[in-house]
């Protein structure tokens, strides 16, 4: 349920909530918070909360450093952790100036601008992910290691698959926050998990992505066990991906096939620009570390159904049609990556690109001489700075001095 201004303060009054935590991210995707009693909420509507922005990372100097939350009252949720008296809602925030002005390091605002130029081509894009992830556990001070909470692999069932009920725990929670996992299993590594969702509208997508990453967090804490999204946690195990999943509607009929220009064309603008903004996809050393190995992706191709590929095209029919972008990594700010990529396929309907043909080998087994004349992706996180460093089209979705900052702290 999506509440307005006034149904939010109501709710609250009606459903004994005494604490709403405002949530935002940073721009490097860390979700952040400031809890606020429910005396404050109308003024949080209006006029925003202040926060210390000179405090987060990437954001601004101690000179300038008053900036201000603005909840979005079509996100808010009871946080179903939380104790069911004296209940605890949260809400996402727009990040803005006193004048009102929108701050430029906002990712949530810049994806939502991405969303809106889709819409003015007459586009709906929806968004679905696939997201992987480790358990470990703690040592005896409560510290995390490395220690896979078990020795599974894919697909796994119990007893061998000791994170059957941690994936159960966290999956009941999502879905008393209005979220839809689709399906979940134990991933090749061991203690790695994946949890897939339904598709979403874009910006809710995000929201829903930055909800997953701190219910798993925090129920794994409760079950004395330590939850990673780092891209390479174990050197000799397989990496965690963050596949996204986009589907193009038209007219409300799902146009997301190899038959359909505009379909070609916006694979064709994300495989252009793949490059220059995989910074924001990858943005750590580690995750170059994943790229080309376990079934990670390496080169800058396309293919119906081959699991080797950059972006590959599911078996599937009506609604379920959609195209899977499978280099981005769990540590992204998801903002940022699906804008970008959302963006570069936006580009390319607009340039009415041609696609090249798709690459129908195994990327993985396949010999040198038919691989010779692939492009690669960044080879590591220095060239993938280098990439973005010097790319128009990654100046001309977020300002120089946000890219500079993002570039400073990463």
């Known amino acids: 349920m999506e509440y307005t201004t006034n149904e939010v303060i109501q709710y609250v009054k009606e459903n004994d909530v005494k604490f709403i935590k405002?949530?935002?991210?940073?721009?490097?995707?860390?979700?952040?918070?400031?809890?606020?009693?429910?005396?404050?909420?109308?003024?949080?509507?209006?006029?925003?909360?202040?926060?210390?922005a000179?405090?987060?990372?990437?954001?601004?100097?101690a000179a300038q450093s008053d900036l201000f939350l603005q909840p979005d009252p079509t996100t808010l949720s009871v946080l179903p952790w939380r104790p069911q008296r004296g209940r605890v809602a949260r809400m996402f925030c727009s990040i803005k100036y006193l004048d009102g002005r929108e701050f430029a390091g906002d990712t949530r605002q810049i994806l939502k601008k991405v969303a809106a130029s889709a819409q003015k081509e007459g586009l709906e894009i929806?968004?679905?992910?696939?997201?992987?992830?480790?358990?470990?556990?703690?040592?005896?001070?409560?510290?995390?290691?490395?220690?896979?909470?078990?020795?599974?692999?894919?697909?796994?069932?119990?007893p061998f698959d000791k994170c059957e009920n941690v994936r159960r725990d966290i999956i009941l929670n999502l879905e008393q926050l209005g979220i839809e996992p689709e399906?979940?299993?134990?991933?090749?590594?061991?203690?790695?998990?994946?949890?897939?969702?339904?598709?979403?509208?874009i910006c809710k997508a995000a929201d829903n992505l930055a909800t997953f990453k701190i219910t798993v967090a925090t129920i794994a804490a409760q079950d004395g066990l330590h939850s990673s999204f780092s891209p390479k946690p174990l050197k000799d195990q397989a990496g965690s991906g963050l596949h996204l999943n986009l589907s193009l509607n038209e007219k409300g009929v799902n146009i997301t096939n190899l038959e359909n220009k505009k379909t070609k064309s916006f694979i064709a603008g994300i495989l252009r620009r793949i490059r220059e903004?995989?910074?924001?996809?990858?943005?750590?050393?580690?995750?170059?570390?994943?790229?080309?190995?376990?079934?990670?992706?390496?080169?800058?191709?396309?293919?119906?159904?081959?699991?080797?590929?950059?972006?590959?095209?599911?078996?599937?029919?009506?609604?379920?049609?959609?195209?899977?972008?499978?280099?981005?990594?769990?540590?992204?700010?998801?903002?940022l990556a699906m804008a970008f990529v959302i963006a570069a396929g936006l580009e390319g309907i607009k340039d009415s690109l041609d696609l090249e043909p798709s690459v129908d080998i195994n990327l993985f087994t396949a010999p040198a001489e038919k691989i010779k004349d692939l492009q690669s992706l960044p080879e590591n996180l220095g060239e993938a700075i280098e990439l973005a460093s010097s790319s128009d089209f990654v100046k001309s979705l977020i300002p120089e001095e946000v890219l500079k900052a993002y570039i400073k702290h990463i």
């Open 126 to 158: 929806k968004v679905g992910t696939e997201c992987e992830f480790y358990i470990f556990k703690l040592d005896q001070n409560g510290n995390p290691t490395l220690i896979p909470y078990d020795n599974a692999g894919y697909c796994s069932l119990a």
């Open 183 to 201: 399906t979940s299993h134990h991933e090749t590594g061991p203690g790695q998990n994946e949890i897939d969702f339904k598709y979403s509208e």
């Open 277 to 335: 903004i995989t910074l924001f996809l990858n943005p750590l050393k580690e995750s170059y570390d994943r790229l080309g190995y376990f079934e990670a992706p390496k080169y800058v191709s396309y293919s119906s159904q081959n699991r080797s590929q950059l972006i590959r095209l599911p078996a599937a029919t009506g609604q379920q049609m959609r195209l899977e972008l499978r280099s981005p990594d769990p540590s992204c700010n998801q903002y």
């Open 54 to 61: 000179s405090a987060v990372p990437g954001f601004l100097n």
């Open 22 to 52: 405002l949530f935002f991210t940073d721009i490097f995707g860390v979700t952040r918070s400031i809890s606020i009693q429910p005396s404050l909420l109308e003024r949080a509507f209006e006029q925003g909360i202040s926060f210390d």
